[in-house]
T-cell receptor, first 119, second 112 residues
Framework: ETGVTQTPRHLVMGMTNKKSLKCEQH?????MYWYKQSAKKPLELMFV???????ENNSVPSRFSPECPNSSHLFLHLHTLQPEDSALYLC??????????????????FGPGTRLTVL | AQSVAQPEDQVNVAEGNPLTVKCTYS??????LFWYVQYPNRGLQFLLK??????LVKGSYGFEAEFNKSQTSFHLKKPSALVSDSALYFC??????????FGGGTRVLVKP
């Protein structure tokens, strides 16, 4: 349960604010992910990092900026967000993401999420 | 094209009765299939996965799922539901050569 932590758990921000979400994993994994969970919509994969390198950007607007300084930490920097960006943002990690388009059988472990409200 | 579908938004079941949460997939090749559960105000927790081998997979908290290739299904089951099983359940698939894709989720409500 404490393998992947996220801070803050709740965040309220105005459209002109700049804030950052933090994720940390203590599982020795090499891959980390950002997901967006909105009401009545499937989980949306936003970004994937494998060994600190971004391997996937799922057409995410530039107002979301990820950063992965090392395999244990992942940030999501937020600026000039819109009210429709309000959602639960989930971080996950796994041992690795297979490259060259290969799927992975590795289980992803999720953090508790950050509930973001944009006013 | 949708890779994985959960046809029921909500499933209601009485405590002690069998619980089934349906999942169907539509991908080519041999898929990898997962079930996750999300309790209120929590992240997703892994329940079980099918990669290869025995079609019946046993997972955490007494859950199991059966991979049925002919029906392209991977339904989640529990013989006797508990009130504490009330949560949001997600089926997910990794199509060959692709990334994990989640279904829309099914809310399970177990009534005492």
């Amino acid at each position: 349960e404490t393998g992947v932590t996220q801070t803050p758990r709740h965040l309220v921000m105005g459209m002109t604010n700049k804030k950052s979400l933090k994720c940390e994993q203590h599982l020795g994994h090499n891959a980390m992910y950002w997901y967006k969970q909105s009401a009545k919509k499937p989980l949306e994969l936003m970004f994937v990092y494998n060994f600190k390198e971004q391997t996937e950007n799922n057409s995410v607007p530039s107002r979301f900026s990820p950063e992965c300084p090392n395999s244990s930490h992942l940030f999501l920097h937020l600026h000039t967000l819109q009210p429709e960006d309000s959602a639960l943002y989930l971080c996950a990690s796994s041992r690795e993401v297979l490259t060259s388009g290969g799927g992975s059988t590795d289980t992803q472990y999720f953090g508790p999420g950050t509930r973001l409200t944009v006013l | 094209a949708q890779s994985v579908a959960q046809p029921e938004d909500q499933v209601n079941v009485a405590e002690g009765n069998p619980l089934t949460v349906k999942c169907t997939y539509s991908v080519s090749g041999n898929p990898y299939l997962f079930w996750y559960v999300q309790y209120p105000n929590r992240g997703l927790q892994f329940l079980l996965k099918y990669i290869t081998g025995d079609n019946l997979v046993k997972g955490s908290y007494g859950f199991e799922a059966e991979f049925n290739k002919s029906q392209t299904s991977f339904h989640l089951k529990k013989p006797s539901a508990l009130v504490s099983d009330s949560a949001l359940y997600f089926c997910a698939v990794v199509p060959a050569g692709n990334k994990l894709t989640f279904g829309g989720g099914t809310r399970v409500l177990v009534k005492p």
